[in-house]
């Protein structure tokens, strides 16, 4: 379980990192006028970052339908910054929660306590 969430952290880490330049070219693709303002996540995963589209299938077969459908409907402007905070919270939960785990399995256990 301590590798699985000191992995799950650092990808957590590195996807706000990564959410972080999408969010950038996003802005620089408005400002430059090739993408619209209000373009939803769907439409700009799939005119924007084609090989990342396949996250769809991946929300659609384990997402609730509404929240699958909202989801892609939201603009892309606001998912991608609100992913960032949230995917470092997360991540450094998880990152925490794994070395808490490693310093507990560090310490001797003392006999019937």
């Known amino acids: 379980m ?12 590195i996807g706000s990192c990564c959410d972080g330049a999408i969010a950038l070219m ?6 430059l006028g090739t993408a619209p303002l209000d373009i939803s996540l769907d439409a700009h995963l799939k005119d924007h970052l084609p090989f990342l589209y396949w996250v769809k299938d991946v929300a659609r077969a384990i997402l609730p ?3 699958f459908h909202w989801l892609f409907a939201l603009p ?8 960032i905070p949230l995917s470092v919270l997360v991540g450094n939960w998880a990152l925490a929660s794994g070395r808490k785990m490693k310093k507990r ?9």
């Open 65 to 67: 339908a509404n929240f």
């Open 26 to 31: 996003l802005l620089i693709q408005i400002t």
């Open 105 to 113: 399995a560090a310490q001797p256990q003392t006999p019937g306590g």
């Open 2 to 13: 301590r590798n699985f969430l000191l992995a799950f952290g650092w990808v957590s880490i």
């Open 76 to 83: 892309a402007i606001i998912y991608f910054p609100a992913r």
